[in-house]
């Protein structure tokens, strides 16, 4: 099925940066494998995100999609489909498109910031909160954008039997959404320095940045992953 930039058989080309030495990407731009032919013998689990889930500046081992999926990997094989620039309607028509590609069966959504929108016009484009064509959004656009956008993946799982987590890369929405399975107020980006209420009251380390200079570093996404699993290991199964 196709609707224009609609579909359940083909994921968003993202023409980004060429595979080198940190990001090996497949023939569609994702940084996983080639999702043709599919393996067979594990659950997929669709990770959704934008360049904080892609881990931009980081190599393979460095991001927080891989930490992750160190997790039972013997039963579940994970696919990153995390492009930079996404918004939540991007990710929710990445997650529809790849329905009959490697039909998820569990969905983990880290949301960008809510005042993000894809604006699909000649080119399907992000626009961030600063774009002047979204000057007369608001909080409560964005928060209602954002609750559509969860509907959609709530939606989507509960009509192929999937489960969902979600998590935040930058701001957390989780008291919207406190009824869900959800990593709460936690975040990629204020998860690390964290504050040591053990040994001494201290903050654990220093800020920590990507080889780019403006992403998160590995120590964010080291301890992100830890504290998803924390939460969530005993069922990410």
Known sequence: MKFGYFTDKELPEYSGPESHELYRLNSHGYRCPEWHPMPDGKKNVAVLGCSHTYGQGLAEDEHWVHFLSQHNNTRLRYWNLAQPGSSGDRLVRTLYGCEKIIDPKIIIVCWPDWSRRERLSKDAINQS?????????????????????????????????????????????DE????????????????YPHWD??????????????????????KHHKRFATLFLDKFANKLR
Not at 132 to 147: A, M, Q, S
Request: aromatic share 12%; proline share 2%; hydrophobic share 30%.
């Open 129 to 173: 909160g600063s774009d002047l064509e979204l000057k007369y959004e608001d909080e409560h656009t964005d928060k209602n954008n954002f609750l559509r956008n969860v509907f959609f993946v709530e939606k989507y799982a509960e009509h192929h039997d999937a489960k969902t987590f979600h998590c935040f890369a930058q701001d957390a929405y």
């Open 176 to 191: 919207h959404i406190s009824e869900l399975l959800v990593l709460e107020e936690q975040t990629l980006r204020n998860c």
């Open 197 to 218: 209420k053990v040994s001494r009251p201290s903050f654990v380390g220093e800020p920590d940045v990507a080889r780019d200079g403006q992403h998160y570093g590995v």
